[in-house]
């Protein structure tokens, strides 16, 4: 079956560098992918995604300091976050999206079990 397993989160001091992994098996990452976060209180909020065919996209809060990138022969979705702070504080899930006709659409999307990312001040 499809999996998406989450590596690479930790505890770091604001201004700090993290790089997220994510190693999906069962299918090819040449699929629409991203990265997404959980805090306590509002839902789940998109970080950053990246389209079939590399194109990527970030969430305001961490254009400029975040990088979104998928490797193909590993398999493997990262996320290079950079001059984090405290707000950037949450647990990140990557994600992948169902292709319906051959269209990326968020609806049923298969998650990671997510990894922890706490920014102290």
């Known amino acids: 079956q499809v999996q998406l397993q989450e590596s690479g989160g930790g505890s770091v001091q604001t201004g700090g560098s993290l790089t997220l992994s994510c190693v999906v098996s069962g299918l090819s990452v040449d699929k629409c992918l991203g990265w997404f976060r959980q805090a306590p209180g509002p839902g789940r909020s998109e970080v950053a995604y990246i389209d079939r065919y590399g194109s990527p996209t970030y969430g305001n809060s961490v254009k400029g300091r975040f990088t979104i990138s998928k490797d193909g022969a590993k398999n493997e979705l990262k996320l290079q976050m950079n001059s984090l702070s405290p707000a950037d504080t949450a647990m990140y899930y990557c994600?992948?999206?169902?292709?319906?006709?051959?269209?990326?659409?968020?609806?049923?999307?298969?998650w990671g079990q997510g990894t922890q990312v706490t920014v102290s001040s």
């Open positions: 994600a992948v999206d169902r292709l319906v006709l051959g269209y990326c659409v968020p609806h049923g999307r298969t």
